[in-house]
């Protein structure tokens, strides 16, 4: 059993900064397949960021806003969000086991979410 908790999420202006972390526990597992997922009201659950056997991967609506990284020694992953906009709103999931499928990329498991806003 994973437990995944993330961290960071709020409410910022457009053009403002935000970081989430998620730190994670239980079983034996790699943060080198983890990444995060954002799921807007309304709509589905999408891809956002990940790091998958070393790389990073990002969709192409945040590619030079975000960046993913981790730390090994605390299990934590986090996600740097820079020049955020009000179509960034969503809640945030981390997600663990990570792994791609066609032409996105699944978790197998999940966090509860975090939520980020950000007004115009």
């Known amino acids: 059993q994973v437990q995944l908790v993330e961290s960071g999420g709020g409410l910022v202006q457009a053009g403002g900064s935000l970081r989430l972390s998620c730190n994670a526990s239980?079983?034996?597992?790699?943060?080198?397949?983890m990444g995060w997922f954002r799921q807007a009201p309304g709509k589905e659950r999408d891809f956002v960021a990940g790091?998958?056997?070393?790389?990073?991967y990002y969709s192409d609506s945040v590619k030079g806003r975000f960046t993913i990284s981790r730390d090994i020694t605390k299990n934590t992953v986090y996600l740097q969000m820079n020049s955020l906009q009000p179509e960034d709103t969503a809640v945030y999931y981390c997600?663990?086991?990570?792994?791609?499928?066609?032409?996105?990329?699944?978790?197998?498991?999940w966090g509860q979410g975090t939520q980020v806003t950000v007004s115009s």
């Open positions: 239980g079983r034996s597992f790699s943060t080198n397949y």
């Open positions: 790091i998958w056997n070393g790389l990073a």
């Open positions: 997600a663990a086991d990570l792994y791609p499928s066609g032409r996105t990329w699944r978790g197998n498991h």
